[in-house]
């Protein structure tokens, strides 16, 4: 029987990230010869964020997530405020554009990367350069849902290995072709970084180990591959939302039929 598993464990040295700090440097400073080939380490976007200078004044809270803002997705009043869920601009869809007061200095908010791909990439090759080893980075961050209670860590930036494991075209166990099978690898491991590093833990880095068959190189394409364009989207839009489009559509169709008529 051949068995199968995964190693998966937090890099602990880190302290409070300031902006230009070089993270390459310090994670392998961290990770102290414990990297091997084939490892993925997971960094979770605050840090990016932070040494990125991606923060603004808690009291632009509210403008920054309209100017990180593309498209409204839903919104929904409650006691404490209004939610929005908003399509940002690295195309994620997200509650409050990603961003966050969590893990944030005192006063401030967090933007996410202006480029999460181009900031794995970044780090990857400066982690490969130092190391000597082909490794594989994901930057992840927090996301609800739909349909699903809580919140899990996804990609939002990959570097060096593949996002998706395409299965089309090959038989399950008992013979069957899957044709519709592609496994979201990159969102996998980062919900099983978040295991370890955890959102209180303060271990904003976790190495996943056993996962070498999807370091790739440089050039493979990032976690921007994993968002679903809102044209196949059949959910682009939120109840309330997509009931004000229908009836804007509607209602200037009934006017153009009756200037027809006249």
């Given at each position: ?253 009934g006017l153009a039929a009756a200037a027809g008529k006249s």
């Amino acid at each position: 029987m051949e068995l199968f598993g995964l190693k998966v464990f937090t890099l602990g040295g880190f302290g409070e990230i300031a902006a230009g700090d070089d993270l390459a440097d310090l994670i392998a400073e961290a990770a102290q010869s414990r990297l091997v080939d084939g490892d993925i380490v997971a960094v979770t976007s605050k840090i990016v964020s932070k040494a990125e200078g991606r923060v603004v004044q808690a009291a632009d809270r509210e403008q920054a997530i309209t100017d990180e803002t593309v498209r409204v997705v839903a919104s929904r009043a409650h006691p404490g405020g209004v939610t929005r869920i908003v399509e940002n601009r690295q195309g994620l869809v997200m509650a409050a554009a990603g961003v966050d007061t969590s893990n944030a200095p005192e006063g401030v908010v967090l933007l996410l990367p202006v480029d999460p791909d181009g900031s794995a990439r970044a780090i990857c090759a400066a982690l490969r350069e130092r190391t000597g080893l082909r490794l594989g980075v994901l930057i992840t961050d927090t996301a609800g849902r739909p349909w699903r209670e809580g919140q899990t860590d996804i990609a939002i930036g990959a570097a060096g290995l593949a996002v998706l494991d395409d299965l089309r075209g090959t038989a399950d166990v008992s013979g069957r072709r899957l044709d519709v099978t592609v496994a979201a690898v990159a969102d996998e491991i980062a919900g099983a970084a978040d295991l370890v590093k955890g959102k209180t833990s303060g271990n904003p880095v976790a190495v996943v180990r056993g996962l070498g068959r999807l370091v790739a190189e440089l050039d493979v394409a990032g976690a921007r591959a994993l968002q679903r364009p809102s044209d196949t989207d059949m959910f682009r839009l939120g109840t309330a939302e997509a009931r004000a489009e229908g009836y804007g559509e509607g209602f200037a169709a009934g006017l153009a039929a009756a200037a027809g008529k006249s």
